[in-house]
């Protein structure tokens, strides 16, 4: 009768011991960089894939009037501290100037009016936060792609950078302000746009006043609030900590189509 | 096939399970504890759960809700239909690795990784959703080309007609012996079939939906009847998995660990002789 009491009690121990092994070496492994780096071969994968199989100008759904959410959540910053943009913001925005540099033959400098007279493109669409809530809301803005046109982008340019006026974490080397970088070709599709209308009405400084990035096919993160200069660049090694955007440097993931 | 082997007692050593099946059912059990762990991560930045295509925040389906109690300590509420139950210590306020209550929707043990971070989940989850599928594909594959799937899990005529003396058996635990042990049970089939064909696609579907650009081109949310109905959806069959689990697990336990785990391993299954006063 002693082998199935000594086969359980070995069972038991071993059970134990593997748990307690699984859940120290857990910890090690979901700090290692190598198994990070590892597991961010998946979201490569996915970007190809979506690349190939969703294609460059297939559309987000767009919804009817009925479908705009009355409790569109504001994420992030909702009204960015610093003195200059509490200056902008009390002038209306009048003097603000959206500025489109970087990689581009033509820099542009924009008022608000510059930007309300380009091609515009209006949508309803649905945020899709990586939090995993969902809200849909009409927005008018200018398309990104004439703008950029309209600048006129060197051959060597690959990315499109956003600066905000808004720092989530104070640090002192800056690397607490929000910017967000995004691939040409979703920058020349034809719903991304600034956004400077929300349900009808002036983008409220909650949702981003003056202008947001709208990047439909793409999570709520992407889509940088309170852009004040755009550029066109080639590599984002050299901003923030070198991942691409605020989160992204936070262990979010570049791509964020999923 | 490899033939039958008698041992002592009119047992019989008999091959039940191929390498494919064993290998698939192992990196499965796998793929989906690293899903279930690091979705409960990602499902804390967002404890609710809502039908149609947004969130109303104030009128979740279900929720969990956490909130600071008068003594700084903070606490929780489990809210769904017909229940409204107090969770603190469990979800939405418990003790984290350093034994100090924090507000978070699931325990730090039942997530990956154990700390609260959103990016982090997101990499294990998508990770081995590849892997999920990419393994369901090769089970699916080899076994309706081999027809085996047909042939294990499609309840015969005769197994449905006696479907009232097979839940008798099952539930005085009188497990199969002689050649009716060679094949599933009407249960086990009844079981199996839905999860491979409902459950486990529907993960993928529901997950595919919540994809922004997946969406764009496949509009699986719209089918689906909205993105955060294809949430709550996605809960709900992970939910639907572990309560199989639990119970496949349980019949293991009782139907002969030992016996089981050595077939679903080794591929060899012991059946015993069938008794002459069976029915």
């Known amino acids: 009768m002693t082998a199935p009491t000594t086969r359980r009690a070995w069972l038991r121990g071993g059970l ?8 120290a070496s857990c910890d090690k492994l979901t700090q290692s960089p190598q198994v990070n780096a590892t597991l961010d071969g998946a979201e490569s994968l996915n970007r190809r894939l979506h690349g190939l199989f969703v294609g460059r100008s297939a559309l987000a759904r767009e919804y009817d009037r009925s479908a705009i959410s009355p409790d569109f959540r504001a994420n ?8 200059e943009y509490q200056a902008l913001a009390a002038g209306g925005f009048a003097d603000w100037r959206l500025q489109i540099g970087g990689l581009v033959e033509r820099p542009l400098s924009l008022s608000l009016a510059d930007l309300q007279a380009a091609p515009a493109r209006s949508q309803i669409t649905r945020h899709d936060c990586v939090e995993g809530w969902s809200s849909i809301a009409q927005w008018r803005g200018a398309r990104l792609g004439p703008l950029l046109t309209r600048a006129g982008l060197k051959p060597q340019a690959r990315y499109i950078a956003f600066f905000c006026a808004d720092t989530l974490e104070l640090t002192l080397d800056g690397s607490g302000d929000y910017y967000e970088t995004i691939a040409i070709a979703d920058a020349f599709h034809p719903q991304t746009i600034l956004a400077y209308e929300m349900n009808d009405a002036p983008l409220p400084v909650a949702h981003g006043a003056p202008i947001r990035l709208r990047l439909e096919r793409q999570l709520g993160y992407k889509m940088a609030k309170y852009v004040m200069r755009i550029e066109a660049i080639d590599s984002f090694e050299t901003l923030g900590r070198g991942r691409g955007g605020y989160w992204e440097d936070r262990g979010y993931q570049w791509y964020a189509g999923i | 096939m490899p033939l039958d082997k008698p041992l002592e007692g009119g047992r019989l050593l008999v091959f039940r399970h191929p390498a494919v099946v064993r290998i698939t059912h192992w990196v499965n059990l796998a793929s989906l504890v690293v899903l279930l762990l690091s979705g409960l991560q990602i499902l804390c930045s967002h404890p609710a759960f809502y039908w149609g295509e947004t969130a109303r925040f104030a009128e979740p389906f279900a929720a969990i809700v956490s909130e600071m109690g008068n003594d700084g300590e903070p606490r929780s509420r489990l809210i769904a239909p017909g229940l409204n139950i107090d969770t603190t ?49 090769l089970y699916l594959a080899t076994g309706l080309l081999s027809r085996r799937l047909q042939r294990e899990l499609v309840p015969t005529r005769d197994q449905l007609s006696h479907i009232g003396h097979a839940l008798r058996d099952h539930l005085r635990l009188r497990f199969a012996r002689g050649e009716e042990a060679r094949r ?19 993960m993928v579907l529901t997950g595919l939906a919540m994809s922004p650009a997946v969406d764009a081109r496949l509009h699986l949310a719209m089918v689906l009847g909205g993105r955060q109905t294809a949430r709550t959806l996605h809960f709900l069959c992970a939910s639907g998995l572990v309560a199989f689990v639990v119970v496949h697990v349980g019949m293991v336990v009782l139907a002969g660990p030992v016996n089981e785990l050595r077939s679903m391993i080794t591929g060899w299954f012991v059946i015993k002789p069938a008794e002459e006063d069976t029915p």
Do not use: C
């Open chain 1, 16 to 23: 134990t011991t593997a748990a307690g092994l699984a859940v």
């Open chain 1, 76 to 83: 992030g910053t909702t009204n960015p501290d610093s003195e």
């Open chain 2, 89 to 137: 210590g469990l979800l939405g306020a418990s003790k984290n690795a350093d034994g100090l209550m924090t507000s978070r929707a699931i325990p730090h043990w039942l997530t990956l990784p154990g700390e609260l971070d959103l990016g982090a989940g997101r990499r294990w989850h998508f990770f081995f959703a590849w892997l999920f599928v990419l393994n369901g594909a």
């Open chain 2, 184 to 202: 599933y049970n009407v249960l086990q089939k009844l079981t199996y079939l839905p999860v491979v064909f409902g459950l486990l696609p529907l």
